[in-house]
C-alpha cells in the first residue's frame, strides 16, 4: 500500500526513485517496496544522531546491529537497488561499513550543523566510482536568519558543493 503510493505514478500522481525505510519492519516490507523495478530501497543502517548508540551499537552474534542490517539487507536486494543511511558523524565507521556494503550507495546527512566532516566521509567511504549521496541542509537553509537569507544559503551550498568536487578531483573521479 505504502509502496505503490510512493512508486506507483498511475495511482498517487507521485513517482518517486527511491525511499528511506526503516529495517525493523523485516524483509516482507521492505521487498514490498522492491517490487517496482527501478526503484531503491535506503535502509536506515547506522544514524548520525546521538542516540544512535541505544540501539544500532547492539551487540549481536554476526556483530554491530548496524552490520547485521546492512549484511542482512544485502541478502535482499543488490547494490543496484539497496542503499544505506550512514550518518556523516560516524565517519571512523565508514571503513568498517565498506567491509559490508563495499559497492552500494551510502546516504550520508550530517555534513554541516550536525558536524560530520566531508573530508573524512570522503576518505574513508567513497568507492572507486564515489558511492556517496552526501546531504546537507540545516547549514544550508538556516545559513542566516536576515534579509541576506538566499545569498547565505547559496554560498553554503557552494561552498559544500566545492569541497565535494575536491574530493572528487583528489579520488580521480572527476
Same mark, same amino acid.
Given at each position: ?60 552474534? @554476526? ?6 542490517? $546492512? ?34 550507495? %551510502? ?6 550543523? @550536525?558536524?560530520?566532516? %566531508? ?12 558511492? %556517496? ?27 559544500? @558543493? %566545492? ?9 580521480? $573521479?572527476?
Amino acid at each position: 500500500m505504502y509502496a505503490k503510493a510512493f512508486f506507483n505514478e498511475d495511482a498517487s500522481g507521485m513517482s518517486f526513485d527511491a525511499i528511506t525505510v526503516s529495517p525493523y519492519m523485516g524483509q516482507d516490507t521492505v521487498n514490498s517496496y522492491l517490487s517496482y523495478p527501478g526503484k531503491w530501497v535506503i535502509l536506515l543502517a547506522l544514524t548520525s544522531s546521538a542516540g544512535s548508540k541505544d540501539f544500532q551499537y547492539l551487540e549481536t552474534n @554476526q556483530g554491530f546491529l548496524y552490520e547485521t542490517v $546492512i549484511q542482512k539487507a544485502n541478502t535482499w536486494a543488490g547494490a543496484d537497488r539497496m542503499m544505506f543511511v550512514v550518518g556523516a558523524t560516524k565517519s571512523t565507521e565508514f571503513t568498517n561499513i565498506r567491509k559490508f556494503a563495499p559497492d552500494n550507495f %551510502l546516504l550520508v546527512p550530517g555534513v554541516g550543523a @550536525q558536524g560530520g566532516n %566531508l573530508e573524512e566521509v570522503c576518505r574513508y567511504g567513497m568507492t572507486k566510482d564515489c558511492g %556517496l549521496i552526501v546531504n546537507a541542509s540545516r547549514s544550508i537553509i538556516y545559513a542566516s536568519n536576515g534579509k541576506d537569507f538566499a545569498e547565505a544559503a547559496g554560498a553554503e551550498a557552494l561552498k559544500i @558543493q %566545492l569541497q565535494m568536487e575536491n574530493e572528487l578531483e583528489k579520488a580521480g $573521479i572527476i
